[in-house]
C-alpha cells in the first residue's frame, strides 16, 4: 500500500480541505496517523471492529490491548459510555481538553473489537488543533494508539511514524514535532476511587487536587510478577523500548556521572557500542560514549520532549548498552521515570 503524507500548512490556521481526505479515509474504515499534543496515533473508526483490527495489525499488537477512542467535544462522549461518574466529570472540565484519558463503563455502540473484550472504554478529547479537527471532521470518535510498532517508543513526529508504518497505513498527516512527548494519563474513573493506570503530563498531584482521593494502580511502579493483573493491559508488556540493553543508573548527581564513565569504559573496553543519556547539566562530564542529552533537568518537559526521539536515535546508532541517568518521580518526572524504567526492563543500579 502507498502511505500518503499530508503536511498541515499553518498549526495555527488549520483549513478543513486540507484534513477532508483524512477523514473520509477514517470515516470509510482506513487507518491515518495523525499529531496529538502527546505522541502521534493510529487513528480508525472506534465504532467499526474491522478498522480496529487493522490497528492491531499495522502495529503487530496483541488484540487484548484495548484502544483509546478520542472525541473532539464534550457532546461525543455520552453516546460512548453507559454513566459519567461525577469524578469523571470534573476531571474532563479540569483537564479536557488535553493529555487526560478516562476509563468509563462502556455502551452498547463501542465493539469489544476497540476495547480489547472490556466492558470499559477508555476516552480522550486531545487538544492539539490538528487532531481536534480531523476527529471533528471525521464524525466518528477515533480509535488511535500512539502510532509506532508495538514495543517500539512512541513517536513524537512524523518522520518516526513514517519509520513505522510506511507501506502500512493510507496516511500520516504531519503536524510537525508534537508538544509533551509521553503519552496522556490515564485514569479509571468507572470504579469508587479514580485509580491512575498510566501517569502523563495530567500528574497525580493535579488529579488530587480536583478531585481528592487518587489510588495509583501498583503496575506502575512494580515489575511484572506472576500474578501480575495491571488494569491497563497495555502496561504489562515491554514498552517505548530501544533495541540497545538499557540500564538506569540511580543516586546522587555525581555517583551516577562516576558509576556511568566507569561503566562506559569497561563496556567499550569490551568492544560493545555504548549510549549515555544525560542532561545539559551533565553533558560535560562523560569522556567517553555516545552521549545524548535528553534536556534540562531544571526543566522535566523538556526531558519529557525529548526522551522518545533520543531512544529512536540509539536505534539508528544501533547501539548495545544504554546507560540512562535517572530523573527524580515528583510531577512530569512520574512519567518519565515510568516510561525510562519500563524501557530499561526494570534494570536499575542503585549508587
Ligand atoms: O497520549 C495518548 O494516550 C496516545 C495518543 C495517540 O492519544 N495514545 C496512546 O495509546 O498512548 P496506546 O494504545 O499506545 O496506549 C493506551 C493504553 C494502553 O496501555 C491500554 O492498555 C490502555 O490505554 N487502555 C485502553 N483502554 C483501556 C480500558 N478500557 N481499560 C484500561 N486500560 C485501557
Ligand atoms: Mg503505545
Given at each position: 500500500m502507498?502511505?500518503?503524507?499530508?503536511?498541515?500548512?499553518?498549526t495555527e490556521a488549520i483549513r478543513d480541505e486540507e484534513l477532508a481526505e483524512a477523514a473520509q479515509i477514517l470515516r470509510n474504515g482506513g487507518l491515518v496517523a495523525f499529531p496529538t499534543e502527546t505522541v502521534y496515533g493510529l487513528g480508525a473508526n472506534a465504532l467499526d471492529e474491522t478498522a480496529a483490527r487493522r490497528i492491531y495489525a499495522a502495529k503487530g499488537r496483541p488484540s487484548d490491548n484495548p484502544?483509546?477512542?478520542?472525541?473532539?467535544?464534550m457532546e461525543e462522549l455520552p453516546p460512548l459510555v453507559a454513566r459519567i461518574p461525577e469524578a469523571g466529570r470534573r476531571l474532563a472540565e479540569a483537564y479536557w481538553p488535553g493529555p487526560l484519558t478516562m476509563v468509563f463503563p462502556k455502551s452498547a455502540v463501542v465493539p469489544y473489537g476497540t476495547t480489547g473484550g472490556l466492558d470499559t472504554v477508555a476516552v480522550r478529547m486531545p487538544s492539539d488543533p490538528v487532531a481536534n479537527r480531523l476527529i471533528r471532521l471525521a464524525g466518528v470518535p477515533v480509535a488511535a494508539p500512539s502510532a509506532n510498532t508495538s514495543g517500539r517508543p512512541s513517536p513524537t513526529m512524523a518522520q518516526h511514524v513514517w519509520e513505522d508504518m510506511n507501506g502500512k497505513i493510507e496516511m500520516i498527516v504531519d503536524g510537525g514535532p508534537v508538544g509533551i512527548g509521553v503519552e496522556s494519563t490515564i485514569v479509571d474513573v468507572s470504579g469508587e476511587t479514580p485509580t491512575l493506570l498510566r501517569p502523563g503530563a495530567v500528574t497525580i498531584e493535579m488529579l488530587r487536587d480536583t478531585v481528592g482521593r487518587v489510588e495509583i494502580d501498583p503496575a506502575i511502579q512494580e515489575p511484572p510478577g506472576a500474578d501480575f493483573h495491571p488494569k491497563a493491559p497495555g502496561m504489562k508488556y515491554r514498552h517505548y523500548a530501544p533495541q540497545a540493553e538499557l540500564i538506569l543508573v540511580e543516586g546522587n548527581m555525581d555517583s551516577v556521572v562516576a558509576r556511568i564513565n566507569f561503566l562506559?569504559?569497561?563496556k567499550t573496553g569490551q568492544n560493545y557500542r555504548v549510549g549515555v543519556i544525560c542532561t545539559d547539566e551533565t553533558r560535560d562530564r562523560y569522556r567517553a560514549g555516545l552521549v545524548r542529552s535528553v534536556g534540562l533537568r531544571a526543566r522535566e518537559e523538556t526531558i519529557a520532549h525529548n526522551l522518545f526521539a533520543v531512544l529512536r536515535e540509539f536505534d539508528e546508532l544501533q547501539v548495545d548498552l544504554i546507560y540512562s541517568e535517572s530523573f527524580s518521580r515528583d510531577h512530569l518526572g512520574q512519567a518519565i521515570m515510568?516510561?525510562?524504567?519500563?524501557?530499561?526492563?526494570?534494570?536499575?543500579?542503585?549508587v
Open positions: 502507498d502511505t500518503r503524507l499530508v503536511k498541515v500548512k499553518d484502544l483509546i477512542a478520542h472525541i473532539s467535544c562506559v569504559k569497561e515510568n516510561r525510562l524504567t519500563k524501557a530499561a526492563g526494570y534494570h536499575v543500579i542503585h
